[in-house]
């Protein structure tokens, strides 16, 4: 046998050692074939006679009712009338202090984007739609607010919290849209898409100069009067 075939031999064997060595402390392993993963239908019709399903229809009886008593099969509410409003007031206070800071990044993050997407109109006022904002890539302060008027919306605030608003600035007539989140009926949250009326999230009444003309949505509008938002829709 040759030098260099004598070489090559030992090579390998030293090669087969370090790596039996290395299997042998789990620090190479072979691999293992995955699980077969089992499918799911997930949205199965229960049988008549499913247990679960006679315990889930007690709770969404109670859930759309909330009437407070148990409905017919279902164990007994039992409340202890000295904490009872304890975990209530814990959730709503969590919840509202969320939807500020949700609405404050969101207000943030419109008037930054307009920076890059602002397109304005012309000599011709066109309100734009969402997907026609989406289209041209940008549009003025009506389609940008839009941005922000829906995703409040996709994001859970209710349909009589969030509203588009026409503000105007008497000192020179000028004309603006905004986001406004009633989370308070006569004095709401401004979100201002440009930056141009006011910047992170105040209330109306703290922004000096602007008064709100009107009030819609889809499918609502409302005058705004007397320097208070309608509030019949409640």
């Not at 009633?182 to 922004?207: K, Q, Y």
Request: hydrophobic share 40%; with cysteine.
């Amino acid at each position: 046998m040759g030098e260099r075939t004598h070489t090559r031999v030992w090579q390998a064997a030293l090669g087969l050692a370090i790596g039996c060595s290395l299997i042998a402390i789990g620090g190479c392993r072979a691999p293992v074939p995955a699980p077969a993963q089992t499918a799911y239908r997930y949205f199965a019709k229960p049988p008549a006679d499913d247990a679960w399903s006679r315990k889930i229809r007690g709770w969404q009886q109670r859930e759309r009712a909330d009437v407070g008593t148990p409905a017919v099969g279902t164990e007994p509410l039992r409340i202890d009338p000295e904490t009872s409003g304890v975990l209530r007031e814990k959730y709503d206070a969590f919840r509202a202090e969320r939807k500020r800071a949700l609405a404050l990044e969101l207000a943030s993050w419109i008037q930054t984007q307009s920076r890059d997407h602002y397109i304005a109109d012309g000599p011709v006022d066109h309100w734009a739609t969402l997907e026609e904002t989406f289209r041209t890539n940008g549009d003025d302060c009506d389609g940008l607010e839009l941005l922000a008027f829906h995703l409040l919306r996709d994001l859970g605030f209710g349909e009589d919290e969030v509203f588009r608003a026409i503000v105007v600035r008497p000192s020179d007539g000028q004309h603006h849209m905004v986001t406004l989140w009633f989370e308070e009926s006569d004095d709401p949250f401004v979100i201002d898409p440009t930056g141009a009326m006011t910047s992170g999230l105040p209330r109306m009444s703290e922004v000096p100069g602007w008064v709100p003309l009107k009030v819609f949505s889809e499918d609502r509008d409302f005058t705004v009067k007397s320097g208070r938002i309608h509030t019949a829709r409640r």
